[in-house]
């Protein structure tokens, strides 16, 4: 079974610049999500999708931060403009969604994002 | 609150000891689930175990057990006779309706 894909997996841009990362889950999983992880720290949740609509974005800097899932599919994370404090490893995940949304939850590799 | 703590920051010990990895959850939920995950140096977030709150028998997977006592919300993680190769940052979390990491504990098995 193929797991979480990625991309790009680095990424080094400047602040105010816009960047876009990729995440396509595990077939057939229902749940996405987008998490920061900030070195030194564990995996913050930015933003839960159910198909393709929002179940949880409570933590997403919606001033700068935007995400969508379009197909209820693949999922593209935003952020526009980045600031230093921006610099983290950008983790998706899936899961197996609803009753079973503690099943099958499997992370990627992430996109380690760098604002210089 | 929700919340998980891992206290223990940092912990180094010398290959074939034995290392319990401590974490601590705080919920008001009736239901929920806790998990631990491994993160190598490559960053992967590897799956270990999870624990749904109404299984509180202990768990052993070769070298790895778990112990989960709801009575002081604890859910501990212990390595027999460590290995290098363990050497990793392991996270502890609980999805209490939304997922919540614990900080980490980094884990250093010097040979």
């Known amino acids: 079974e193929a797991g979480v894909a990625q991309s790009p997996r680095y990424k080094i841009i400047e602040k105010r610049q816009s960047v876009a990362f990729w995440c396509n889950p595990i077939?057939?999983?229902?749940?996405l999500y987008w998490y920061q992880q900030i070195l030194g720290q564990g995996p913050k949740l930015l933003i839960q999708f159910q198909n393709n609509g929002v179940v949880d974005d409570s933590q997403l800097p919606k001033d700068r931060f935007s995400a969508e899932r379009l197909k209820g599919v693949d999922s593209t994370l935003k952020i526009q403009p980045a600031k230093l404090e921006d610099s983290a490893v950008y983790l998706c995940a899936s899961s197996l969604g609803g009753s079973r949304a503690n099943y099958g939850y499997t992370f990627g590799s992430g996109t380690r994002l760098t604002v210089v | 609150a929700q919340k998980v703590t891992q206290a223990q920051t940092e912990i180094s010990v010398v290959e074939k000891e034995d290392v319990t990895l401590d974490c601590v959850y705080e919920t008001r939920d009736t239901t929920y689930y806790l998990f631990w995950y491994k993160q190598p140096p490559s960053g992967e977030l590897v799956f270990l175990i999870r624990r749904n709150s109404f299984d509180e028998q202990n768990e052993i997977s070769g070298r790895y057990s778990w112990n989960f006592q709801k009575s002081t919300s604890s859910f501990n993680f212990t390595i027999t006779a460590s290995q290098v190769v363990d050497s990793a940052v392991y996270f502890c979390a609980g999805n209490f309706n939304k997922f919540y990491f614990g900080s980490g504990t980094k884990l250093n098995v010097k040979p």
């Open positions: 077939s057939g999983h229902a749940t």
